[in-house]
Each structure stands twice: as structure tokens, then as C-alpha cells.
């Protein structure tokens, strides 16, 4: 912002003078500035609060429309402002899709090259790219895009809400935004937009990945919108099908772009081999793309809470007992897997994973009508920074492990020793086994001395996770049995928040492939082991003297 800008916002915010907001207004639309605008948008809020509240909204309105070509949340909300506030699309779910949306101006402005968006089904993702869509091809109709999905059907409906956009000015103010960008061409069959003016390849070509794309398309400066490039669960399934999902994306898409373009991927994640995730694997192994700038964002259905991340305004979205339904719904279908997929966004391979819902034990909260041999917990310690602390409280009766109460938390140790603590007082735990490694060893003593704060003595142990010289999905795949045999766990409906995403965890742990976090069987092996020590004795066999 130059002078002229600063004495402008200086004027309006000393006198309120509408006569000067207009003077801004008309001097920020020739000096398109960012900053002055929003403070002009700011200041007409507060005088909305007075009684002259028509004329500050018709000023807040025009401030709104000057950003619009410039700033896509802006554009988002012009785009709609004169419906009704529950009809409209993007303002019931701002709040929480506004990440995206400002990653997509990054991606818009050349702050990165690519971005992977990811959240559950029907919370507005492929209509937040066709707003994004409508917005590149009013403010940069030179360039080229091209939209793919897995199916023509996908793609059609995609081309004809772009020119619902464009040209329902009953609805939608595109032409106010972008009254220069006419729509000179369109073809229903090839599904194909041009804005201003007739080119070779067009501003918008929507087509599916198993239609034709070499010769026909291209992105030069424009983007690539890749969205659910896999059909369904069959699909993901076959691993044959991914693969060559992968080859028509790796051979005919990308292939489409050059060094300007840039690429959008959204949809489900299915598996850490399809599309997006082979391509993600690339980006952050390969050394070719060390300084390559590219986002991930994934907002799960469900929070650490276990709440909703999706219950908009107006009642658009999806509440906490929407979700959590839908995942008992997964796991009486002892698919829990698909569950991760959808809905968390955190892909799996169905192929090595150990343990299955349906193959554990379960109780009702309520423990055996006796007193327990011994009550101990197991901690897999961290001190935050996304790995989790785990911990199970463990009710021993004879050979029988009940699983009563568990600490997953990701916070610091600040936190979490505390917690450990108040699980061991509550739960008068006797003994305690803590894993050691070189930077959690000081973890136990920081438990032991709170506990003796509070006048509790526990048993607290320490072994290096090592000591066996196993790696730890060794250690996890063999203690397996004796976890689904032994170990009896809270069933669904009888579990905390914290114990529905312990579990989680365990269900989600794979001896193939990598896993992100495996915190929460790590802790049911080292139960199992602190429980069952194995018997290390020499036996020595020899010949019988008699």
C-alpha cells in the first residue's frame, strides 16, 4: 500500500466518512491492494453496527467485489451473496473449509506447485473445486485446465456445474466478478469450455481418465484437477486395478502439464498405492524433488476429541453421532479399514494387517466380580511432536488381561505424566513398566515423582525397547496372539473418546507396508510381555544316569 492508499484508510477510520470509503474504494480498485481492501471490508463491519447499516453494506459489498478476482475466499462469497444464507454453499461451511481455500490461492499464486486435499464424503470438496475452477477460468482465461476423475459421468456432471456457474446470473455473480470473460464455446460431448475467446486447447476440458487425453488436452500455466481418479472399494481392492490406475495417471495425465502447470488431487484415500499416493511417495523421497513445493491437507470426519469436524451451520454438515453411527456401522462389518479410508482420510493396505475386530475379545465395562491377582500399566512414552503416549491399564486375572482404561494422548510430557499418574492412583496400579529409549529414559522418573507427591508408591521398571534386538513390528507381530487370545478390551459403546482411538490404532497397525503411528500396540506387546516373561533359562540336555 502506497501513500495515497494509507492517508485513504487513515481518512475512514478518523471520520467514518462514507464519501471517503467511496473515494477508497475507487482508489483501491484501480491500486488493487490486498491489505487496504480488507481493512476498508473491516471498517464496514463495524459500521454496520449503526443505524446506517444499508449504505456500509452495499460499501462492504463492493470491497468484497474489487478482491473477488484476486482473492478466491472473497470470490467464494461474492459468488453467492445475494442467496439466502442457508442455500448458499460456501459460507454455512467457511469455517471449516477455509484452509483449503487458502491453500488453493497458494496454489493459484505460484506459492506452491501442488496440493492434495482430503476429507470424508459429501462435505463439499469436488464443489469447492468447481468454485475454484470458475475462478481460474475467469481471472486467467488464456490458460488451459483439465479436470479428470475416474468416470465420464464424474466428469459431465463437473462440466455442466461450470456453466451453471458462469452463466446462472439469477444465482451466482460470476459476470459481476468477471464481466469480460464471455463464454464463446462450449461442447457438451467433448465436455469443453473456452472463455473470450476460441483456442486450440481450451480454458476448461473435462474428461475422464480413461478417455482420451494425449493430443487432446493440455495445461500449459493452467491446472490439473485430479479428482477420485479410483472409483470405489472394488476398485481399491485390486491391487492390479491401482497399479494400472497409477500407469494411465503417470502416462497420459501428468504428462499434460509442463514446467507452469500446476496439480490438484482430491478424493478418498484409499491405499498407500493408488494415485495420490504413489505420487506423494515420490514428492517426499526422491531427491529430484528436494526443493519441490507441494501441500497435504486432510481433515478427518472425526477430531482426537472423536467430535465431528463437519457440523456447519444451518444443519448442512455432519454431527459427532453421525459419524460415530457410521463407524459402528464399519466395524460390525469388520471393516474398519474402509473406515480409515473414507472418512479419516489415512490410507491402508488390506493386505498385512494384524489385527481384526472381529477376531478380539470383549467386555461391558464391568470387571469380574473379584479381586484382580495384580493391576499394572504399560507406557510407551513420547514427548510429543505427533507420536502418541500409550498405555494400557491392565486387570490381571490368572491368564485372563483386562484391558480397563488406556492414556493416547500426542501431547508434551507436560501433559501426559500427569495423566499416567492420575490412571495409576485411580486405578491402584501396583507395578508399572516403562519403556526406555536415549530420549525418554528421565521419562519414568518425572511419573515416580509426581506419584510420590501425592504419597503413592508404584513399582515403576525400565527395559530399552531393544533389548530383545527385534524390531518392533517383529516384537508387535509376535506377541499377536497372545494380545487377541489373552488381552479382553472394552467393546464398542462401553469405550472413552481416548479408548476409541487406542483401539483405532490397533486396527490400523500392518506388518506390511509403513505405519504412521503403531504407539498403541507397541504398549500391548510390552503388556503382554510384562505379563508373560519369557522363561530364559539354559536347559542343558543330557544322558539319563540310571
Known sequence: ????????????????????????????????DKEGLQRIRELCVIGLRNTRKDVYFEKYRLGMLISSPY?????MQYLEIDRKAEERFYL??????????????????????????????????????????????GRFPQYPNLYCSYSKI???????????IITDSDTYNFAHVFPEAKVVRTDGKDTIIDIERRKHYPTMTCRSLYGTLNGACDAEKGVII????????????????????????????LPRG????????????????????????????????????????????LNDRDESNFEYKYGVGFDTKYYRQRRASFERNNDLVSWACQYQGVPYEREGTVFDSSDMLYYNGNLPARDPDRVFMAVDPSWGGGDYCAAPVVYQYGSELYVHD????????????????????????????????????????????????????????TSFANASGKAKA?????????????????????RSKEYEAFMQNVFSFKFIGKNKHDDAPDSLQMAITYAYPKDVSKVTIGRRPF
Open 1 to 32: 500500500m502506497d501513500e495515497t492508499g494509507k492517508q485513504i484508510i487513515k481518512a475512514i477510520e478518523r471520520w467514518a466518512d462514507l464519501s471517503a470509503i467511496d473515494d477508497g474504494l475507487a482508489w483501491f480498485k484501480e491500486h488493487y
Open 154 to 164: 464424474i466428469t459431465d456432471a463437473f462440466y455442466n456445474g461450470l456453466l451453471e
Open 258 to 301: 509442463k514446467g507452469g502447470t500446476r496439480y490438484l488431487w482430491i478424493g478418498t484415500r484409499w491405499s498407500v498405492i493408488d494415485p495420490a499416493g504413489i505420487r506423494q511417495d515420490l514428492l517426499l523421497n526422491d531427491e529430484h524433488f528436494r526443493d519441490y513445493r507441494w501441500r497435504s491437507i486432510n481433515i478427518p470426519a
Open 71 to 75: 482473492e478466491l475466499d472473497q470470490y
Open 92 to 137: 454455512p461451511r467457511r469455517k471449516v473449509l477455509l484452509p483449503f481455500v487458502n491453500s488453493l490461492q497458494d496454489l493459484a499464486d505460484g506459492e506452491i506447485k501442488e496440493m492434495f486435499l482430503s476429507c470424508p464424503p459429501r462435505v463439499g470438496k469436488s464443489t469447492l473445486a468447481l468454485f475454484f475452477a470458475t475462478w481460474l477460468m
Open 226 to 253: 485430479s479428482d477420485d481418479l479410483i472409483g470405489g472399494i472394488e476398485e481399491a481392492m485390486n491391487k492390479d486395478r491401482l497399479i494400472s490406475a497409477w500407469a494411465k495417471v503417470d502416462n497420459n495425465l
Open 406 to 461: 488406556v492414556c493416547f494422548d500426542s501431547s508434551d510430557k507436560d501433559r501426559t505424566q500427569p495423566k499416567l499418574a492420575r490412571l495409576a492412583i485411580a486405578n491402584n496400579v501396583s507395578a508399572m513398566y516403562v519403556e526406555a529409549t536415549k530420549t525418554t529414559e528421565d521419562f519414568a522418573k518425572g511419573i515416580d515423582k509426581i506419584l510420590r507427591k501425592e504419597g503413592v508408591r508404584v513399582n515403576i521398571t
Open 474 to 494: 517383529d516384537r508387535i507381530l509376535a506377541a499377536a496372539p497372545d494380545i487377541r487370545n489373552h488381552m479382553i478390551f472394552r467393546a464398542s459403546g462401553f
